[in-house]
């Protein structure tokens, strides 16, 4: 193919019959978070650079060497979005949504980082993220959890683990930040060259490291979790009561930290081990000090995002999200006439029939090429029209899925037959 038109690195075209799963998805999330009280926000693409620097952080791999920035033709700095937390806040900021009411708000959409594309890493990519506003306490975090922890069940996923840490207060951080930085300086020598690098600018993020030696460091490096304050040790406690309440099993990580500088408290990700490197699928936790930073009033604030892409191919993997839906039926018009009648009686048959998929024949064909369109289409019957059928208002019937006779049905009956058809259908696959 000409190389002038191939997909940028990193950014990938989702097609059918694949783009069905992603709507599968996209309809679950928004019946689980909407029953809950969750109101979807839709926002905005790009951004002010400014934002993300300011909320994600300077010093963070993110901000520093991963977003899409340009200059818009007006000389101002702007980013693709590379997350949606941020965006949510300076709506809210901006709609003056955070007057010390509640909120509780989900968005979904393309995230952009230039970041190494491999299996389940892109340079677009996708997520489904929610985010509480004005409720400080850990119930709204076992919400949010429960949540997540629904959608996996109505997708069916399995091999997925629930981690969760503290981060405590900004003061807890900065205490143990220096009794981490500290140790980790007399390790100095023996630690990658990633971790020296963060030493000075972001120490946390090694705790992070994948490196075998780094880990093995870290083994005997001194935990957040000494270092809580007498609140943010309860409401952590706290947290895991309610976990328990709802049998929601999880895993304390005490080297959980995050890649992104706006958490305070609580931090979780759900991880699977079938994805391979790439394995959070869905990753947040508290940022009580975000709007308060980016000029709005102070407001508590938890939520989280998952990666569309790692949940369908982890859903995939667990082969429980159904095949694609074929038509039930295929109509074959031959001759002008019959065209005419059959889109017409196709118009009328779909509203007339609740989720009929019935697709039309297009461009003409012989009876037989026609018929190897509905075939192709995986159609379950075919509904056929020549000028004979017309004529006796009337239309043929032919099986394509099953051994069964084909049958000459009256105009006046097709709608039922067709219903009975898709309740048969709906029957067999079990929805
Ligand atoms: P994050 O951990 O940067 O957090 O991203 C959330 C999820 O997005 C990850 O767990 C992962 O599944 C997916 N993801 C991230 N980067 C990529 C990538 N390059 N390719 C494919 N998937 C990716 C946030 O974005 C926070 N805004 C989450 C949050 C919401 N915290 C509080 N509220």
């Given at each position: 193919?000409n190389?002038?038109v191939?997909?940028?690195r990193?950014?990938n ?12 998805v ?24 400014a ?10 791999d993110?901000v ?10 007006n ?15 300076r ?13 509780r708000?989900?968005y979904r ?16 990519f ?9 409720i400080?306490?850990?119930?709204v975090?076992?919400?949010l ?14 091999r ?9 207060s900004?003061g807890?951080r ?23 690098r963060?030493?000075s600018?972001?120490?946390m993020?090694?705790l ?19 270092y ?10 706290e947290?895991?009561n309610?976990?328990?309440?709802l ?6 990580d005490?080297?959980l ?22 394995d959070?699928v ?9 709007v308060?930073?980016?000029g709005?009033r ?39 006439a019959?065209?005419?009648?059959a ?16 697709v ?25 029209m ?21 049958q000459?049905?009256?105009l006046?009956d097709?709608?039922?037959f067709l219903?009975?058809q ?10």
């Amino acid at each position: 193919m000409n190389g002038d038109v191939r997909a940028v690195r990193g950014f990938n075209d989702i097609l059918p019959p694949a783009s069905e799963h992603w709507q599968i998805v996209e309809r679950i999330a928004a019946d689980v978070l909407g029953r809950a009280g969750y109101g979807e926000i839709r926002l905005p693409l790009v951004e002010s650079t400014a934002l993300f620097a300011r909320s994600i952080g300077v010093s963070t791999d993110i901000v520093e060497k991963e977003m899409y920035t340009f200059e818009d033709r007006n000389g101002d700095s702007l980013s693709l979005r590379p997350e949606g937390t941020a965006s949510c806040v300076r709506a809210g900021i901006n709609h003056g949504l955070f007057n010390g009411s509640q909120q509780r708000l989900w968005y979904r959409g393309p995230m952009f980082r230039h970041e190494r594309p491999q299996k389940g890493r892109y340079r677009q990519f996708h997520q489904i993220g929610a985010e509480a506003f004005g409720i400080p306490g850990a119930d709204v975090e076992a919400e949010l959890i429960a949540l997540s922890a629904e959608l996996w069940r109505r997708l069916g996923l399995e091999r997925m683990t629930l981690k969760i840490n503290s981060l405590g207060s900004p003061g807890d951080r900065a205490r143990y930040r220096e009794d981490l930085v500290e140790y980790l300086k007399r390790h100095g020598q023996d630690l990658d060259e990633d971790s020296r690098r963060r030493l000075s600018q972001n120490p946390m993020r090694i705790l992070d490291s994948k490196v075998e030696q780094t880990r093995a460091i870290l083994e005997d490096a001194p935990r957040i979790a000494d270092y809580l304050d007498a609140e943010h040790a309860s409401h952590f406690a706290e947290l895991c009561n309610r976990l328990d309440a709802l049998g929601i099993g999880y895993v304390k990580d005490p080297f959980l930290v995050r890649g992104l500088d706006y958490y305070t408290g609580t931090v979780f990700e759900w991880v699977t081990d079938a994805l391979g490197a790439q394995d959070a699928v869905c990753s947040g936790g508290r940022y009580d000090g975000l709007v308060e930073q980016l000029g709005g009033r102070p407001t508590p604030a938890v939520g989280w995002a998952l990666g569309m892409e790692r949940l369908i191919l982890l859903a995939e993997a667990c082969g429980k999200l159904p095949d694609a839906e074929q038509p039930h039926a295929y109509f074959v018009a031959l001759g002008a006439a019959a065209e005419c009648k059959a889109m017409s009686l196709a118009r009328g048959l779909r509203s007339q029939v609740p989720s009929l998929r019935l697709v039309l024949n297009m461009g003409s064909g012989s009876m037989k090429a026609q018929l190897r369109r509905a075939n192709r289409a995986g159609a379950g019957l075919a509904l056929i029209m020549g000028d004979a059928e017309i004529e006796q208002r009337r239309v043929t019937v032919k099986f394509l899925q099953e051994e069964r006779d084909q049958q000459l049905l009256d105009l006046d009956d097709l709608a039922e037959f067709l219903r009975s058809q898709v309740a048969e259908y709906k029957g067999t696959a079990g929805a």
